[in-house]
């Protein structure tokens, strides 16, 4: 759209959107059917995820199905430039990355409410919904919804509704192979909900 101005490298998959006045630096990958705006840089989006307005985003990845209410922003460098700790499921602990720069991981079909705040290095899981002020978690698991006042499980049945709505806007089914996905998953990660 008007105004965008792009730094490259950008990929921009098949019916990818940029947002007027959208701000992109190097190293950025939009897949397929995504809407993204404000500033990006060195981050990868999965297919039919949106960034529509305004906020930072850097050095993070977005799965499938994800959005980002207007005016989020991340961080992708501590204050005191340490090395960035990241969320490792294959430890059940945080770990040393090695890296200076790292921002948000998002996994697919996650959410999060208009003028989210996320810290350095944050993790969110599946189907996650993030609102309210402050900063959350620096991991939040998979099938979460709240936020740094505290979270519920966001249960399989309203995920079920809210995947199938989002994805009705795209004219494409949820199908029972994805509930089971779904499923599966949510039974997996059921030891990090501690609600």
């Given at each position: 759209m008007e105004g965008s101005m792009v730094r490259g490298s950008l990929a921009m998959c098949e019916n990818s959107v940029l947002k007027m006045?959208?701000?992109?630096?190097?190293?950025?990958?939009?897949?397929?059917?995504?809407?993204?705006?404000?500033?990006?840089?060195?981050?990868?989006?999965?297919?039919?995820?949106?960034?529509?307005?305004?906020?930072?985003?850097?050095?993070s990845v977005i799965g499938e199905w994800c959005n980002l209410g207007a005016d989020t922003n991340n961080s992708n460098l501590k204050n005191n430039y340490a090395e960035v700790k990241l969320?490792?499921?294959?430890?059940?602990?945080?770990?040393?990355?090695?890296?200076?720069?790292?921002?948000?991981?998002?996994?697919?079909?996650?959410?999060?409410?208009i003028n989210t705040m996320f810290n350095t290095g944050t993790v969110i899981g599946i189907s996650s919904n993030l609102f309210g002020p402050g900063f959350p978690r620096n991991f939040i698991p998979s099938f979460s919804w709240g936020g740094s006042g505290g979270y519920t499980?966001?249960?399989?049945?309203?995920?079920?509704?809210?995947?199938?709505?989002?994805?009705?806007?795209?004219?494409?089914?949820?199908?029972s192979e994805d509930k089971d996905i779904l499923s599966y998953v949510f039974s997996l990660t059921n030891k990090y909900r501690k609600q």
């Open positions: 006045g959208a701000k992109i630096y190097g190293a950025t990958t939009l897949g397929p059917f995504c809407k993204v705006g404000g500033e990006v840089n060195n981050s990868v989006f999965q297919g039919f995820s949106n960034k529509g307005h305004d906020g930072f985003l850097g050095n969320w490792n499921y294959s430890v059940d602990r945080f770990e040393k990355t090695g890296l200076q720069f790292c921002g948000l991981i998002m996994g697919d079909h996650s959410k999060c409410g499980t966001f249960v399989l049945d309203k995920v079920f509704d809210v995947a199938q709505k989002v994805m009705e806007r795209r004219a494409i089914e949820l199908t």
